[in-house]
Each structure stands twice: as structure tokens, then as C-alpha cells.
């Protein structure tokens, strides 16, 4: 079955705590995103890749690092976590088959107290 | 700023009725629009699309309206049926493959 995964669903952690949400997908998709949710304010581009070992900064970069070491694989690291980093979080890939349509995994809800 | 605005964050249909989404962008330079529909717990699926050089477009029961002049678009469902119970985002494509979403509609289908 053709599905982003990422892992975990919930994460609760503390302030300053190194952390990482992993994505993968096994499309083979060379383009990755990643996405954050907040009440009123919709879904925001933090980091993307166009391929392996190509990545670049979105909307909301500040606080979050990336790598793309293997085309399936697509972490999102946050190094020193801070409360307003609280978020629903979405792993997105897409494989060229039509322009915005991204296929989406299920989402990771992070709480940092 | 927001560039992509959804200004009704709820909307109450009953079924078989048709539910209209309505979606504003600041910018007259977007030339593709999305919408996505977003179950809880799941990610958003793409819906349906539409190219500026269209001014609709249709999918079953699912149609989008392009207003260029009024720089507004709009998701019309028809007959609206309780699988349809969701959160509908409106987004624009600008390039290499980035969405910029709205904010979202939760829709709620009353049998």
C-alpha cells in the first residue's frame, strides 16, 4: 500500500529536549515537505526536499532542522524544543504526478511543557 | 499575512443539501488552486484542482468555481452526504510543489 508513515502519533516532552519525528514513504517520491497545523492559521511549510541531499527552508523554519540522506527517508529534528513548538505535525511527499497533490502521512502531535 | 483566507471556520449542511466553501486569495499571480478534505486523526487528501485558465471544474459530486476577478474561490458538493462531515482546506500551489493552505472549514453534514 502507497502510504507516508510517520512515527510517533504523540509526543509529549519537555523544553530543551533533543527530539525527532521520523517520515518515510515508499513511493519513491523525490519531493518531501514538511507541514505544521495550528488552530487559525492552517497548514505552514517548515521544510522541504526536492531530492536526496537537497533540502531548503519553508515558511516556518525557525527551530527545526532536516535531512535527506536516502530518497524514502525525511526526519524533522527539533534540537532544543520550546513550548510554542506545541503542534500537529505532517510529513508530505509527492512523485510529479500533478501539480499541489501531495500525499500526506497521518500526522504526529507534539506537546512541549 | 495571511495569503490564503477560509473565512467561515465552521458550516452546518443538511444532507442532500449542497454545501458551498468559500475560499480568498490576496495575490492575482496564483495560477493553481487546491482543496483538500481532512478526516480526524488522518491527513488531508487532496480533493480537486483547478488551473487559472478555467474558471470550474468537476468531479462527481464535487465541483470548484474560480472567481479571478474577485480573486475567490468556492467548493460546492452536491448532494451533500455525512461521509462529507470534515475539515476542507483551501490551498494555493507556488511552486515546487509548496501549498499555501487557508485556514480551514470544518463541514458537518445533519442527517
Known amino acids: 500500500e502507497a502510504q507516508v508513515t510517520q512515527n510517533p502519533r504523540y509526543l509529549i516532552t519537555v523544553t530543551g529536549k533533543k527530539l525527532t519525528v521520523t517520515c518515510s514513504q515508499n513511493?519513491?517520491?523525490?519531493?518531501m515537505s514538511w507541514y505544521r497545523q495550528d488552530p487559525g492559521l492552517g497548514l505552514r511549510q517548515i521544510y522541504y526536499?526536492?531530492?536526496?541531499?537537497?533540502?531548503d527552508k519553508g515558511d516556518v523554519p525557525e527551530g527545526y532542522k532536516v535531512s535527506r540522506k536516502e530518497k524514502r527517508n525525511f526526519p524533522l529534528i527539533l534540537e532544543s524544543p520550546s513550548p510554542n513548538q506545541t503542534s500537529l505535525y505532517f510529513c508530505?511527499?509527492?512523485?510529479?504526478?500533478?501539480?499541489?497533490?501531495?500525499?500526506f502521512g497521518s500526522g504526529t502531535q507534539l506537546s512541549v511543557l | 499575512d495571511q495569503q490564503v483566507k477560509q473565512n467561515s471556520p465552521s458550516l452546518s449542511v443538511q444532507e442532500g443539501r449542497i454545501s458551498i466553501l468559500n475560499c480568498d486569495y490576496t495575490?492575482?499571480?496564483?495560477?493553481?488552486f487546491l482543496w483538500y478534505k481532512k478526516y480526524p486523526a488522518e491527513g488531508p487528501t487532496f480533493l480537486i484542482s483547478?488551473?487559472?485558465?478555467?474558471d470550474k471544474n468537476e468531479d462527481g459530486r464535487f465541483t470548484v468555481f474560480l472567481n479571478k476577478s474577485a480573486k475567490h474561490l468556492s467548493l460546492h458538493i452536491v448532494p451533500s452526504q455525512p461521509g462529507d462531515s470534515a475539515v476542507y482546506f483551501c490551498?494555493?500551489?507556488?511552486?515546487?510543489?509548496?501549498?499555501?493552505f487557508g485556514q480551514g472549514t470544518r463541514l458537518t453534514i445533519n442527517p
Open positions: 513511493m519513491n517520491h523525490e519531493y
Open positions: 483547478i488551473s487559472s485558465i478555467k
Open positions: 495575490n492575482s499571480m496564483f495560477d493553481y
Open positions: 526536499s526536492m531530492n536526496v541531499e537537497v533540502t
Open positions: 490551498a494555493v500551489h507556488q511552486g515546487a510543489q509548496k501549498l499555501v
Open positions: 508530505a511527499s509527492n512523485g510529479g504526478q500533478g501539480r499541489g497533490k501531495l500525499f
